[in-house]
């Protein structure tokens, strides 16, 4: 069964930094499509960051030049470096990915087109 692990959050000042991991484990072929949402208590679920399954990368307009993805594919690892922080990026942060060829996503969508979520991490920002 394919699982992904996510590690990396916790609880930082405004303007700091985290960077997220994503493991994926037991997978029967390399991540295709992958990426980042988070959900804050109340509000509704966001795109924050995204692997296309063509390599192109897309941000939340909320993150772009504050966050970064990347992968590692030889580990099968999916990262998120988060910088510059700010209290509304409080949330808890999922990582959902896919490894079919040929998946597509949108940052608005990813939750319902990715067969696989991690379990999530939670991140805390204080000002």
């Known amino acids: 069964q394919v699982e992904l692990v996510e590690s990396g959050g916790g609880s930082v000042q405004a303007g700091g930094s985290l960077r997220l991991s994503c493991e994926a484990l037991r997978l029967p072929n390399r991540l295709r499509c992958m990426g980042w949402f988070r959900r804050a208590p109340g509000k509704e679920r966001e795109g924050v960051a995204l692997?296309?399954?063509?390599?192109?990368?897309s941000y939340a307009d909320s993150v772009t030049g504050r966050f970064t993805i990347s992968q590692d594919s030889a580990k099968n690892t999916l990262y998120l470096q988060m910088n510059a922080l700010k209290p509304e990026d409080s949330a808890m942060y999922y990582c959902a990915a896919e490894w079919r060829s040929g998946a597509r996503t949108t940052l608005a969508s990813m939750w319902e087109d990715l067969e696989y979520w991690g379990q999530g991490t939670q991140v805390t920002v204080s000002s």
């Open positions: 692997i296309n399954g063509d390599g192109t990368i």
